[in-house]
């Protein structure tokens, strides 16, 4: 499968518990981009990477968030001291360089995040 | 900031019927919009896009969107549906020309229901 795969696909946490999600992107795509889904709502951007630099973030992304891509290929987002308002989707995404002139995204199936 | 609007929340049909959801967007400037498909347990998937061009676009499984500028639209339309069709249709913008990298700004949704 080529696709985007993000891993673990479904996690529950206490409240206050730190948690981490995975996203491989599709292999050649150098961008990367993190989103967030709640009930009823289309999904939200927090943040995306072109290769290792993380180029912009959202004011949803409280400082409690922190993502990384490290070698310009996987990422990783953490959720420190995690809130019920936690409780979510979290997508994942990735596209090609500009330069192909086209930028769809690819998505992932999400980690789906419950707090108690 | 850039907003989208899908106005119909849940649409429900009979098979064969047509099919038409709204999408508007509120940006001044160049945008790429896209029309994005989420079927019961399965990710986003690309259903089309526009980036420039024919301001009809095409796009999988006999969907087509139509820009119309003045507007600031990107209705979805399908002539037949089909239960198949049973899933949630997403509009994002994103603004920049094609070659951008911006993230996708989404609308909240529209539940379609096709009934046998």
């Known amino acids: 499968d080529t696709g985007v795969s993000q891993n673990p696909r479904h996690k529950i946490t206490k409240r206050g518990q730190n948690v981490t999600f995975r996203c491989d992107p599709i292999?050649?795509?150098?961008?990367l981009y993190w989103y967030r889904q709640t009930l009823g709502q289309g999904p939200e951007f927090l943040t995306y990477?072109?290769?290792?630099?993380?180029?912009?973030k959202s004011r949803l992304l409280s400082d409690r968030f922190s993502a990384e891509r490290p070698k310009g290929s996987f990422s990783t987002l953490e959720i420190q001291r995690t809130e019920q308002g936690d409780s979510a989707m979290y997508l994942c995404a990735s596209s090609s360089s500009p330069g192909t002139g086209h930028n769809e995204q690819f998505f992932g199936p999400g980690t789906r995040l419950t707090v108690l | 900031a850039q907003s989208v609007s899908q106005h119909n929340h849940h649409v429900i049909l009979s098979e064969a019927a047509s099919l038409e959801l709204g999408c508007n967007y509120s940006y001044g400037g160049t945008v790429n919009l896209f029309w994005y498909v989420q079927y019961p347990g399965q990710h986003l998937q690309l259903l089309l896009k526009y980036f420039s061009g024919d301001p009809l676009v095409k796009g999988i499984k006999g969907f087509e969107a139509e820009f119309i500028k003045s507007k600031f639209s990107f209705n979805l339309r399908k002539p037949s549906v089909q239960w198949s069709d049973t899933a949630e249709y997403f509009c994002?913008?994103?603004?920049?020309?094609?070659?951008?990298?911006?993230?996708?700004?989404f609308g909240s949704g529209t539940q379609l229901t096709v009934l046998p």
């Open positions: 292999s050649e795509h150098n961008r």
């Open positions: 994002a913008v994103n603004p920049g020309p094609s070659g951008s990298a911006r993230q996708l700004t």
């Open positions: 990477f072109q290769n290792e630099a993380q180029l912009e």
